[in-house]
C-alpha cells in the first residue's frame, strides 16, 4: 500500500503552442471593448455611459459591424440542435425524464423520443406512462441527442436511434464543455480495447467495447457480467488520461486521447495523477499532436 | 456528506472492480489519493494547515488561549474543537445544511483526542486549577470529495506540529495575586509532541472487500464504513461504525487488522514530510490558496 505525500508546489502554467503573430484580443468583465457608438453590440457586451463594455472574460470576434465577445471558459454546457450528451436520469415525470447535463436547466427526455423495447413503433400509451421508471430510473446514464431547444434554453433530447440509449456498466469522467472538440461522430472505439463517447456537454463515458451480441431490446438491456480485468485497466488508465488532459486545458477528440493513452504506457495506471507524471505526459501529448498537425 | 448519483450498472461495475482489487482510478483497496500538506498558512492563528487529498481540501487554524482547567483535572489544559461545513465545499452545505455533519466530525475529534497519550495536556498546565492553555482546534471544509475524517486528522496533526504556544512567566505582584507575563521575545514559544497524536483511518465496506479513502462514487455503493484512529505505534484510540448498513462481526476483525496497517504506515511520512518543511524555514515558498 503507498501514502504519496508531499508539499504542495506553485504550478506554472505550460504553454507548449505559442502560435506567434496571433495575438487574440482578450478582454475580461468591464474592458471597455471601444468608444465608438456605430457598432452594434452582440452576446457578452453591454453598453455603459456610450461605451461597448464587455461583460465575460473571452476574446472580442468582430463581424462587420457586429462586435461580440467569445466566453473562454464555458462552466455550462449551452446546447445547440445535433449534440451528443451524456445525462443523468434526475427525475421522472408524467411523459417525460429531466436529464442533468451540466447545463443551466435540467433537459427534457419527452417519452414520445425514446425507442420502446423491441423496436416498434405505435402511438404511446397510458400503460407505457406507468412502466415509465421500468425502462429508466432516476440515476441512470443515457446518451442522446439534442432535438431543439425550448424558450428558455432547456434541451429536448431524444435517443431514436439505435446507436443512443441507456448507458451500462463504465465509468464517467466530468469535464469543461469547453475542452471536447466538435467533430463529425462522437462515438469511438479506441485500438486500445475500449470505448468513449465525448458527449459534447463535457461527459465523457469510458466502457467496455461491446461484443457483437448487443444489437436488440434498442438499448435498454444492460449487461451486468463482470468486465475482465484487463478491459478494465484500460478503461482506468483512458479515465486517469482524461484527467490530466482536463488538468492541462488540452482540446479533447479521439487522437489526443489515443495519444494520451499511449505516452502513459511507462507509467502504472495510479501514478498518472501525480503532477509531474500528469505534466509529462501532457507534454509528450502536445508534442506528438504538432507532429502529426504538421 | 456531499452524495452523488450513480447508476445500478455504474455500481456494479465499482462492486466487480474492487473485487478485483482495481478501483476506478486504478489504485490499490489499500491505496491513498495524492495527498498535499501545507502548515502555516494563516497568519493570525498560533498553529495552521491546510491538507488536500485528490480533491477534498481541508483547513485546520489552532489558537491558543488562557482558561481556566477543567474541574476534573485540575493541572491540564484541554482541546476544543469546531468544526466548519462551508457552502463552499458542496451546495448541499448552504445555511445550516452543514450544521449536522459538522457535529458529527466534532463528536468524533472528541472521541479520538480524549484519552491521556495523544497530547500531553499536561504540558499546557500553567498554574494548576488557575490557568492553563485551552487549544482551539477549528476545522473548515473547503471541498468535498470524501475520506473527510482522513483529511482532517492529517490536517490537524499538522496543525498542532505547527503550533507555537508563547512561553508564559507567573510572577505574583504586590497583593499577593498571579500575574501572568508573556515574555517579550516572539520567537521564545513552546512546541507541542505530536508523536502520539492518531490519524483516523475510514474503512468503508463495498461488497465482500473493504476500501481505504473512497471517493464519493465508491461512498454510494457502500451500505457502511468503519471509522477507527490508529497512533503510530499501532494502537487504536476510537474506532465508530457509521452507515445504515450492518457489519458482520468477522468483516470488522478483517477491517479493524487493515485499519491499524494503514494507519501505522501513515506516520512516518507524514512526520518526516512536516519536519522536512520546518527545515526549510524562510527559505519556504509559500503556497497558500493561490497555487
Redesign the interface.
Known amino acids: 500500500?503507498?501514502?504519496?505525500?508531499?508539499?504542495?508546489?506553485?504550478?506554472n502554467s505550460m504553454s507548449l503552442s505559442h502560435s506567434a503573430g496571433d495575438r487574440k484580443d482578450l478582454v475580461v468583465p468591464g474592458d471597455v471593448i471601444t468608444s465608438d457608438t456605430g457598432f452594434m453590440r452582440g452576446h457578452g457586451t453591454y453598453v455603459d455611459e456610450d461605451k461597448l463594455t464587455a461583460s465575460v472574460a473571452g476574446e472580442v470576434q468582430r463581424v462587420d459591424k457586429l462586435i461580440c465577445v467569445r466566453p473562454l471558459k464555458t462552466s455550462r454546457f449551452n446546447g445547440e440542435v445535433g449534440d451528443v450528451v451524456v445525462g443523468?436520469i434526475?427525475e421522472v415525470q408524467q411523459k417525460r425524464w429531466k436529464v442533468e447535463t451540466n447545463s443551466r436547466l435540467d433537459s427534457v427526455l419527452l417519452l414520445s423520443s425514446v425507442n420502446l423495447p423491441g423496436g416498434e413503433l405505435r402511438r404511446r400509451s397510458a400503460e407505457d406512462e406507468l412502466t415509465m421508471r421500468e425502462y429508466l430510473?432516476?440515476?441512470?446514464?443515457i446518451s442522446a441527442e439534442v432535438q431543439s431547444v425550448f424558450s428558455d434554453g432547456a434541451l429536448s433530447l431524444h435517443t431514436r436511434s439505435l446507436k443512443y440509449g441507456k448507458?451500462?456498466?463504465?465509468?464517467?469522467v466530468q469535464l469543461s464543455p469547453s475542452l471536447i472538440k466538435r467533430q463529425k461522430t462522437h462515438f469511438h472505439n479506441l485500438p486500445c480495447g475500449a470505448s468513449i463517447i465525448l458527449g459534447n456537454n463535457g461527459f465523457v463515458w469510458l466502457y467496455p467495447t461491446p461484443g457483437q451480441q448487443e444489437e436488440e431490446a434498442g438499448g435498454f438491456y444492460?449487461s451486468?457480467e463482470?468486465?475482465s480485468?484487463s478491459d478494465?485497466?484500460v478503461i482506468?488508465?483512458l479515465?486517469?488520461c482524461l484527467l490530466a488532459l482536463a488538468a492541462h486545458k488540452v482540446l479533447l477528440y479521439d487522437t489526443s486521447v489515443l495519444y494520451c493513452y499511449e505516452s502513459s504506457l511507462q507509467h502504472?495506471?495510479?501514478d498518472?495523477?501525480?503532477?509531474e507524471v500528469m505534466e509529462e505526459i501532457v507534454m509528450l501529448t502536445q508534442q506528438k499532436l504538432l507532429e502529426h498537425e504538421s | 456528506m456531499a452524495t452523488v448519483?450513480?447508476?445500478?450498472?455504474?455500481k456494479?461495475?465499482i462492486l466487480?472492480?474492487i473485487r478485483?482489487d482495481?478501483?476506478?482510478?486504478?489504485?490499490?483497496c489499500?491505496?491513498?489519493?495524492?495527498?498535499?500538506?501545507?502548515t502555516d498558512v494563516v497568519s493570525n492563528t498560533d498553529g495552521s494547515a491546510k491538507v488536500?487529498l485528490g480533491h477534498t481540501a481541508v483547513l485546520v487554524g489552532i489558537k491558543a488561549e488562557i482558561g481556566k482547567p477543567r474541574p476534573m483535572v485540575a493541572n491540564e489544559g484541554y482541546l476544543e474543537f469546531f468544526v466548519d461545513c462551508s457552502a463552499n465545499a458542496t451546495p448541499e452545505f448552504e445555511g445550516r445544511g452543514g450544521e449536522e455533519l459538522g457535529t458529527e466530525l466534532s463528536n468524533t475529534l472528541y472521541k479520538v483526542f480524549n484519552n491521556q497519550h495523544s497530547l500531553d495536556l499536561k504540558s499546557l498546565c500553567i498554574s494548576p486549577g488557575e490557568h492553563c492553555w485551552v487549544l482551539y482546534v477549528d476545522v473548515l471544509l473547503l471541498q468535498c470529495d470524501g475520506n473527510l475524517y482522513d483529511a482532517i486528522s492529517v490536517a490537524i496533526k499538522a496543525a498542532l506540529f505547527n503550533t507555537k504556544i508563547p512561553r508564559v512567566h507567573i510572577s505574583s505582584d504586590e497583593e499577593g495575586g498571579k500575574e501572568i507575563e508573556l515574555s517579550d521575545d516572539p520567537y521564545d514559544c513552546m512546541r507541542l509532541d505530536v508523536e502520539n497524536v492518531p490519524c483516523i483511518v475510514t474503512l468503508c465496506k463495498i461488497g465482500h472487500r473493504h476500501v481505504?479513502d473512497a471517493t464519493l462514487q465508491e461512498k454510494a455503493c457502500s451500505v457502511a464504513s468503519l471509522i477507527i484512529s490508529v497512533t503510530h505505534k499501532g494502537i487504536i484510540t476510537c474506532s465508530r461504525k457509521v452507515g445504515r448498513g450492518s457489519l458482520d462481526p468477522e468483516s470488522i476483525c478483517e477491517m479493524i487488522e487493515t485499519g491499524k496497517?494503514?494507519g501505522k504506515?501513515?506516520h512516518p511520512?507524514?512526520m518526516k514530510?512536516l519536519q522536512?518543511?520546518e527545515s526549510l524555514g524562510k527559505k519556504?515558498?509559500k503556497?497558500g490558496f493561490l497555487?
Open positions: 500500500m503507498a501514502v504519496d505525500m508531499r508539499l504542495p508546489t506553485v504550478k443523468r434526475t430510473q432516476e440515476g441512470d446514464l448507458l451500462g456498466q463504465g465509468v464517467l444492460t451486468l463482470p468486465v480485468l478494465r485497466e482506468s488508465r479515465r486517469n502504472q495506471v495510479k498518472i495523477l501525480k503532477p | 448519483q450513480v447508476s445500478e450498472a455504474e456494479v461495475y466487480h472492480g478485483d482495481l478501483r476506478v482510478d486504478g489504485r490499490g489499500e491505496d491513498y489519493r495524492h495527498m498535499e500538506v501545507e488536500t481505504v496497517r494503514v504506515a501513515l511520512p507524514l514530510l522536512q518543511e519556504r515558498q503556497v497555487g
